[in-house]
């Protein structure tokens, strides 16, 4: 037990990181100047995070292992600005000797986790919505724009205002055929868009036992559609390659709500256009007609994520009209799923592959749908123009249901299909 | 200072369309004015003027972290936003840039009117009802104060509050 756990009872996982991230004790509401163990920015938000790091006079990083760069928003670039932007990421990470993984290398938040530049207890800033994924691990992850993280570039520190919790309870077993997705999804529709604004979110309960890294990163990845500051996942049950000290929460800690969620009775869940909030069961919108299938991002381009669609889609092919795209979430997913078969079995069925990165989830290039266009996708966000068009209309579901759906060309509860 | 008022009284106008993902990935932040809420209003490039206010609704500026969103309105001329709430990466990106913003969680303020805004008491004038905004806290008061981050960091060289 470390100094700040014995002198301050009664605090959350997200007081006790900042508390020991700040040097004393900090509670709810207050502001903070905190230490950053790391700092991460993508090719969206670098180029403006190192304009705004050389007007602030700054020239190397802090801490230049702790600075970490990613190409994976536009990645192989698509023109020749974009290409520009990408080569002035390399210049200054060579000229600095900060951490850079080039194009193809996979999507930022996946690269922090797999490369090991977070871990349990750790307070990371990125230059990024999504930043929020390493509550998988029990750290305090957020997003900022370019020049907060330029800022950090500078001085190490950043300023926050120590967030309230919600605190998320989420008991029993999930059936077959619903994923932390349809948890996430559920959490989502519930809470709503601005549910937890300047909040952190964290999660406990016997559910976890059943939740890998991947699920949890899956969960913890759609705190920011809620306008959460932090998506924590304890790290009970949790099981990662080195040695850790969990950062549990008191049993007295205050949260400003407290939410039961009873997974053994969830349903897969579905996302309608235009908003994440937007959720049903699967039930609601079966029977739907879509175009186009997207497994990627952040969120659900895991390697278990194309195992769960190729096991769905061994031996078929996809519906005539239907086309699916399939981004792995990093160089290291790739290799994986070549290696295990997974790959060979969703290609045979007729996906097209995307090089690791964000691939179509932002709309900047491979894989903009057409006007009037069905999109199901497994991302986590589905805003109008989200996927580049603003007329296409973009579902969010689970893996599996997007390979079931695949599969007939209309929404598809997977348990439904023939095994 | 007074701004003429861009209503969009719409809860979560999110950063995609705020400035398409598409159009963010260039240094070249004037041309953010040309597709400034096109998703939204079409027609808003060509209606905006220097110096006039937006008023959005509940959570607006959710979404993405792209600082690239309070910079187009910025460049497009907007000089304050007023919103019934923010999402916190807007609400820290706008400052940081130097973009002043209001939090009014309840307001009937109409399109095209003249508000008379007092930045350092939060108070907006409508022509008929006087508002408060939520103050905001003394640290970005500071930054405010200096004309965003990049001169308040120039300045300080680290955070002092
Ligand atoms: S995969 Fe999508 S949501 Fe995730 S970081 Fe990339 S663009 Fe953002």
Same mark, same amino acid.
Request: overall charge negative; charged content about 20%; aromatic content about 6%.
């Given at each position: ?39 991460? @920015? ?142 996430? *999804? ?21 559910? *976890? ?30 099981? *990662? ?95 994986? @799923? ?82 | ?42 027609? /808003? ?14 959570? /607006? ?24 709430? /923010? ?73 002092? /509050?």
């Amino acid at each position: 037990m470390s100094l700040w756990q014995i002198f301050n009872m009664g605090q959350t996982i997200s007081e006790k990181i900042l508390s020991a991230h700040a040097g004393y004790d900090v509670k709810a509401g207050e502001l903070a100047i905190v230490n950053v163990d790391s700092a991460m @920015a993508s090719d969206t938000t670098a180029p403006l995070t190192l304009k705004a790091f050389k007007e602030m006079g700054g020239t190397t990083p802090w801490n230049s292992e702790k600075t970490i760069f990613v190409i994976d928003h536009a990645s192989p670039a698509p023109n020749e600005r974009i290409a520009n932007l990408h080569k002035l990421m390399r210049e200054f990470a060579r000229k600095t000797n900060s951490v850079l993984y080039d194009e193809g290398a996979g999507i930022c938040h996946q690269i922090m986790v797999e490369e090991q530049h977070v871990k349990p207890g750790q307070l990371v800033i990125g230059a990024d919505s999504h930043t929020v994924t390493y509550g998988a691990l029990g750290a305090f992850s957020t997003g900022v724009g370019s020049t907060d993280l330029a800022a950090i570039m500078l001085t190490g520190k950043t300023w926050l205002k120590v967030p309230e919790s919600i605190k998320i309870i989420l008991k029993g077993k999930p059936n077959p055929g619903v994923t932390a997705k349809d948890i996430i *999804l559920e959490v989502v529709g519930k809470i709503g868009l601005n549910g937890a604004t300047y909040k952190a979110l964290e999660y406990s309960g016997s559910t *976890l036992e059943y939740l890998t890294l991947g699920d949890r990163m899956t969960i913890a990845n759609m705190a920011v559609e809620m306008g959460g500051k932090a998506g924590i996942i304890e790290t009970s049950g949790l099981e *990662l390659p080195y040695h850790f000290e969990p950062v549990l929460p008191d049993s007295d800690a205050e949260y400003s709500q407290t939410l039961t969620i009873d997974v053994s009775s969830i349903r897969p869940k579905i996302a309608k256009p235009h908003s994440p909030e937007n959720v049903c069961d699967i039930d609601d919108v079966l029977g739907t007609k879509i175009d186009m299938a997207f497994i990627g991002t952040c969120t659900n381009g895991r390697l278990e994520d194309l195992q769960l669609a190729a096991s769905i889609l061994k031996g078929k092919k996809l519906a005539t009209g239907v086309r699916m795209l399939i981004t792995p979430a990093s160089r290291n997913v790739l290799n994986h @799923a070549m290696a295990d078969g997974t790959m060979n079995i969703l290609s045979e069925a007729g996906a097209t592959f995307i090089p690791p990165g964000c691939g179509p989830c932002v709309g900047t290039h491979l894989g903009v749908p057409g006007n009037n266009e069905i999109i199901l996708s497994t991302a986590n966000r589905n805003f109008p123009g989200r996927m580049g068009n603003p007329n296409a209309s973009v579902y969010l579901a689970s893996p599996a249901v997007v390979a079931a759906s695949a599969l007939t060309g209309v929404i598809t509860d997977p348990e439904s299909l023939d095994k | 200072m007074t701004g003429r008022v861009h209503l969009y009284d719409i809860d979560n106008i999110d950063t995609d369309r705020i400035i398409p993902g598409k159009y963010t990935k260039t240094l070249d932040v004037s041309t953010f004015a040309d597709h400034c809420l096109e998703d939204l209003d079409s027609d /808003f490039k060509h209606k905006v003027q220097q110096g006039d206010v937006l008023v959005g609704g509940w959570n /607006f500026g959710c979404g993405s972290s792209r600082e690239q969103a309070p910079i187009a309105l910025k460049v497009s001329g907007i000089s304050v936003v007023i919103a019934r709430s /923010f999402s916190r990466i807007f609400y820290r990106n706008a400052i940081n840039i130097g973009l002043p913003i209001l939090e009014i969680p309840d307001h009937t303020i109409a399109d095209g009117a003249s508000l008379e805004i007092d930045l350092e008491s939060g108070k907006v004038y409508d022509g008929n009802t006087e508002y408060s905004a939520s103050p905001l806290p003394q640290v970005m008061i500071d930054i405010l104060n200096e004309g965003g981050l990049v001169p308040y960091l120039k300045k300080h060289k680290t955070y002092t /509050f």
